[in-house]
Each structure stands twice: as C-alpha cells, then as structure tokens.
C-alpha cells in the first residue's frame, strides 16, 4: 500500500510562520461577487510561468474585464520585486499574507509541482478561488490529491486547472458525440505528446550563478515536504530536471494530452497503469525524457499515452498535444480531429454515413482565464475542474509514474480510493 511520508506540521511551520494563521481564518469567508464588480487576483509564484499569467489577466483587464491585480508572492525576492513592478501590486516573500488580504478573491498558483496541492487547500480555506498549474500535486502526493479534491468540494470553491486545451470546444463537442452514442461503446484512444528539446527542463533559467538562502530566497520553504538536501542554484532554478520537485513528461505534458481524452470518455479513476521510458536522449537530468502509459479503466477502455521530447514528428500534429492529436475508438466507429472538423467514420458493417462535425472555437488561453473568472461569479463549473476532472487525471498520471519507478503494474483500490503497488 502507497503512504505518503508527509509531515504537515513541520511544512508549514517552514514554509510560513504561524503568525498568518489568524489572519487566514478571519479570511475563510469571500464576499460574494457583483456582475461588473471588480475581482481582485493574486498571484503565488512569479516564475516565468507566473509572469505569464500576470500577462494574460493584464491583457483581459486591458479587453474591459473587471480584475484587479493585487498582489504578487515568491520566494525568491528579486523576482517578486521585478512581478510587483510589472503588475503594480504589493510583494510578498509568504503566501499567507498574499492570501490574508481581504481585496483578493481569487488567486492564481504557479509554483513548483510539490507546492500546489498545499497552497489550493490553503487558498480554498481563506475562501479564494483558484486558477491552478497543472500538474495539481506532485507525483508521490496521491494523498494530498486526496485531501485536496476533499477541501475543494467541502469549501465550495472555483478551481480551474491550467490545461488551457480545455478552452477548444472541440473536446466537449466530442465528448457530446460520444454521449450520443456517435461511435458506439468506447473501448480505446490515444493521445501523447512529442517534441524535440528539454528546454523546458534543463533549459530553464537561472537568474542567478551566485544565489544563496537567506532573506532574499527561502530555500526551506521551496523544499517543503521534498527531501531535505543542502541549497542547489540548479534544483531552485532547474527544479523540473529533478524527481524532488517534477515528474518529467508524465506531470509536466501529459496532463494537456490526457485531460482531453478523459473528458471525452467521461471515466473517472483508473483501474490498472503500467508505464515505460526512460532518460534516452537528455542526460543532464533525472526525469525521463520519454514515457509511455497504458491505463484500463472499469468502463472497460483503454487509454494510450506515449511521447518524447526527443522526436517531434509529425511537427503539426493538428488538434491537441504536439504530435499527437487524440483517437477515440468504439465498438461501431472512431474520432479524429482534422482541421477544423471532428470527424466520425464508422467500422465496418455499421450501417450509418461518415460525419464531420465542425469546431467552434479553438484553444485560447485567454479564454481558459475568462472561463475561470466567469466561474468565480456564476459558481458555474469551469472547464476544467480540479475535484473531479483535475483529480481523476492526476491520480492516472501518479499511477505512471510510480509504475515507471518501482516497475510494478500500479492498481487503484476504488473503495479505499488509494493507489495500491
């Protein structure tokens, strides 16, 4: 049986001090929010994803919408003076206090993958919705994942998950199609995602060669509940080259390429993963570079997920993932994604003409934003959810990865809801 090693406690007495916890709690109840009344956002993580981030609710300010930055957190402090400048926000070096403040009702977390699940359990207690980066927990966190699905649903918060695809309405057409019986019952698919470089791995920047803990970076709270190991400029700055902080392919891409595929099928927890690949191209790392997963579900469907970061053909691979556009196959016929189309084409001695479905809308991650910030008003679900979509995907992904490590066939024990080796 899988037991997280987790010592909440001692992770948040070095992460934060206490002295935010009162504050939290006067902070558990949001106010409800008018139509056109202005939604204040801040932002936990100021890296390069993060600055993204900020970039896109600056431009959807700029389009009219009613947001507001307020404040920006990260642990490092020359970054989170150089974010608080760009978004003409308040710094903050603790996320506590970010979440403390009573102007803000939502907050967007772009942090390493072993930080999230604590900072939207932490987030969904203060009463702020969430816009979360995918992977939504680290790897060796199932029951943290757990909890956090828990938290979400107990809080009744808004948690969008950053796999932006999910704004292309041609997943949520599909999974219409699917509905109505388009292919018959579903028994297999396919997704993946391949591209050639580890540049978002190794290629990472390190702002600093000369960096050191102290006041203007906490090297403790970036280890969290990771293995405690003496300060590294590349772990702090590289932190996706390395199993403490990553997950490689698996947590990093894979969440793009699966969330669709599971959406579409409507399944829910695995039943079996078993997964392959390695470190066969990129050496300077500890992640793999390539990774391969087969998942059984109940529902008696298959799902392939396969990819590398060490070919991209076909380089246009269409709708979806790079490389590797979604098949959707059933006992009467099969999906794919052409251009513009969905198209249906039916097996053999089915009785029914091919279809082309057109798409509506393609991916937007502006409109992934607008979907969240229209959920935080209407308490609408969003796109892509965390407590059922999020976590249903996540523990697949988890599965993987532990399948890979200790190269055992991974199972899931559906009444305890754990993963089991």
Not at 111 to 139: L, M, N, S
Not at 153 to 172: L, N, P, Y
Request: net charge neutral.
């Amino acid at each position: 049986m899988l037991q997280e090693k987790v010592n909440r406690r001692e992770f948040l007495r070095k992460s934060a001090g206490g002295a935010m916890a009162a504050a939290l709690s006067a902070a558990s109840l949001s106010r409800a929010l008018g139509a056109n009344e202005k939604m204040g956002i801040g932002f936990i993580g100021c890296g390069g994803r993060g600055l993204a981030h900020v970039s896109y609710v600056k431009q959807l300010q700029q389009a009219g919408e009613a947001v507001e930055i307020v404040a920006v957190f990260d642990l490092y402090r020359p970054r989170m003076e150089s974010a608080a400048r760009a978004a003409s926000a308040k710094a903050c070096m603790d996320y506590r206090e970010l979440l403390a403040d009573e102007r803000i009702d939502a907050v967007c977390i772009a942090t390493p993958d072993h930080h999230h699940g604590y900072q939207v359990i932490d987030a969904v207690r203060a009463g702020k919705d969430v816009y979360c980066e995918k992977p939504i927990t680290h790897w060796r966190q199932f029951e943290l994942t757990k909890r956090m699905a828990a938290e979400v649903k107990k809080h009744k918060r808004i948690v969008q998950v950053g796999t932006q695809g999910m704004s292309d309405t041609a997943w949520h057409q599909a999974a219409q199609l699917v509905k109505e019986g388009a292919i018959g019952k579903p028994i297999h698919a396919e997704c993946g995602y391949f591209r050639i470089g580890d540049w978002g791995e190794r290629g990472m920047p390190i702002d600093d060669q000369n960096a050191k803990p102290g006041p203007d970076l906490n090297w403790d709270a970036f280890l969290g509940d990771s293995p405690k190991r003496p300060f590294d400029v590349s772990r702090f700055f590289r932190w996706r080259m390395y199993w403490d902080y990553a997950g490689g392919p698996s947590t990093d891409l894979f969440p793009h390429s699966l969330t669709p595929v599971v959406e579409i099928l409507g399944v829910g927890f695995p039943e079996t993963v078993v997964a392959t690949g390695g470190k066969f191209r990129y050496e300077e790392r500890e992640v793999p570079d390539t990774f391969n997963m087969l998942i059984d579900y109940p529902e008696n469907v298959t799902i392939a997920v396969l990819g590398t970061q060490g070919n991209d053909f076909p380089a246009t691979g269409g709708r979806g993932s790079p490389g590797r556009c979604p098949v959707i196959r059933g006992w009467d016929g099969t999906i794919t994604f052409e251009g513009d189309s969905i198209v249906v084409r039916p097996q053999p001695g089915v009785q029914r003409p091919a279809r082309e479905v057109r798409i509506e809308r393609g991916e937007s991650m502006l409109e992934h934003w607008r979907n969240f910030l229209n959920c935080c008003r209407t308490r609408e679900k969003p796109w892509s959810p965390v407590e059922d979509l999020g976590y249903h995907v996540q523990t697949a992904l988890q599965m993987g990865v532990l399948s890979l490590r200790e190269k055992e066939v991974a199972r899931f024990d559906r009444e305890k809801e754990q993963i089991v080796l």
